[in-house]
């Protein structure tokens, strides 16, 4: 089955008021999508990352009272679970779609991931597309273009990860959900595949 892409339906799950009928609406109409992807991209990440990669659909389940403002699938090396793994996400907003690489605040490899990025950053810079991003809060929506990061934005990364305990980073693609990419899913599928391919150095970077 090819995969259909995201459209303005699935973006506007985020605009429905409530926990209880925007969770309703997530899982009718988007998560099926995030399963389909898990499906589709876990043989690819597993071979690009040279060991066995899980999915992870989100699902919400903390949450009492306020409704998600974003949603996402992740894959780790772990059949038990992501956040404490450095791994791969594609999520939306219900501004943009956004694909990236994330080490969250609940993951012990900070510290390698910033010594790694600190040793590493000419070749990262050089390396990584303009029109990707960074940011330290996987809450919000927006980051660092690369083409706009200075010298003291990855000090800042690097001493963040080394020294504070809730520090987080991601770094990837943003897809404005106008952009006509989001609804043609080979076109989707294939980005995805060339942006984790682009990343895996900031995973091996994490491990290392």
Known sequence: MTFSGFNSNDFDVFQVPGLEPRMEMLIERVRPKLEELGTELTPYLTD???EEMFVHVAKHARRTVNPPKDTWVAWASSKRGYKALPHFEVGMFDTHLFVIFAIIYESPNKAAFAEGLERQLDEVR???????????????????????????DY??????????????????LRIDRNDPLAADGDKFMETVRSTFKTLLPLYKMSLS
Do not use: F, N, R
Request: hydrophobic share 30%; with cysteine.
């Open 126 to 152: 050089s390396k990584l597309p303009g029109e990707y991003y960074w940011s330290m809060d996987h809450m919000a929506p927006h980051g660092t273009l690369q083409k706009d990061m200075q010298d003291e």
């Open 48 to 50: 690009l990352c040279g």
């Open 155 to 172: 000090d800042k990364i690097i001493t963040k990860l080394k020294t504070m305990k809730k520090a987080e980073v991601m770094c990837g």
